[in-house]
């Protein structure tokens, strides 16, 4: 699963970079084993773009069109909710914000669009230092043809494995290594993915779901006030989250909460 993790994100971040058309038409594709691979326009060290894909057989190397190569990224992109989930601040956020619009008992404001809007931007906010990193020590290098795809891999991974295993309690860690019948790593950096993924994912859940409880609080006291004060003016039919939402809405306002709670969500993974 490491294996898979590494090329996943590879070859995700693959796609970011626009193609070039004139390496697209100068490289060929071999249909079979028995036809005599056809010689390239221009050698490979002098095209731009995604460097063309050797496959040893036979003892002769066979060029696959880039292509080819796009088909393959483009298959690859069905792991991208995974990762999405389990290699950034997206779950954190989404969970955190989906806790503020059921705290303010408004069930459909802000509607599903904009609540995930704001959680991929904010993620990207987040998570943009990670990717830059990993664009200059893996994908760039990659490009200009300076480092082979086998070192890329784990260089532009590695930005990813550090974020997340700075987010990842302890105790988190131990038990996934424990469950892996792995001994305990000597630093952070021999964890395997298959290890620091799920252990990073349960991380984020409990952090997610503590400052979801955080939040209920002040809310769920105003719920409690106009409860009792329905209830002792004799208006126990009438429903108190409609008298109190008003209240909420003034009090969320009030204190620029949604200033407050971005800027906490965003300040949680820097610290």
């Known amino acids: 699963m490491g294996k898979l993790a590494y090329v996943a994100f590879f070859l995700l971040a693959l796609m970011l970079i626009p193609f070039n058309a004139q390496a697209a038409n100068s490289t060929t594709t071999t249909t079979s084993s028995a036809i005599a691979p056809i010689t390239p326009i221009a050698p490979i060290s002098q095209q731009a773009g995604i460097p063309v894909l050797t496959v040893q057989n036979a003892g002769n190397g066979q060029n696959w069109s880039v292509s080819l190569q796009v088909v393959a990224l483009m298959t690859v992109l069905s792991l991208l909710p995974a ?3 389990m290699m950034t601040s997206f779950t954190r956020i989404i969970i955190v914000l989906s806790f503020l619009r059921q705290a303010l008992s408004t069930q459909s404001t802000p509607p599903n669009q904009v609540l995930l809007g704001l959680a991929l931007f904010l993620t990207l906010f987040v998570m ?11 994908v760039k290098p990659y490009m200009d043809h300076q480092i082979s795809a086998e070192a890329a891999i784990p260089a532009a991974a590695a930005p990813f494995k550090h974020f997340m295993l700075n987010q990842t309690r302890d105790a988190d860690l131990q038990l996934f290594t424990h469950l892996a019948k792995e001994q305990p790593y000597a630093s952070k950096d021999d964890v395997p993915f298959r290890v620091a993924m799920p252990a990073f994912i349960t991380s984020e859940l409990k952090t997610a779901f503590q400052m979801g409880f955080l939040l209920f609080i002040p809310f769920l006291v105003i719920d409690v006030v106009v409860a009792s004060v329905l209830m002792s003016m004799g208006m126990a039919m009438v429903s108190p989250s409609i008298i109190s939402l008003p209240f909420k809405i003034m009090l969320f306002v009030m204190v620029d909460g949604w200033s407050l709670l971005v800027g906490t969500l965003a300040g949680s993974f820097y610290t």
């Open 83 to 85: 990762v999405l989930l």
């Open 128 to 138: 943009s230092p990670v990717l830059n990193r990993a664009y200059e020590d893996g």
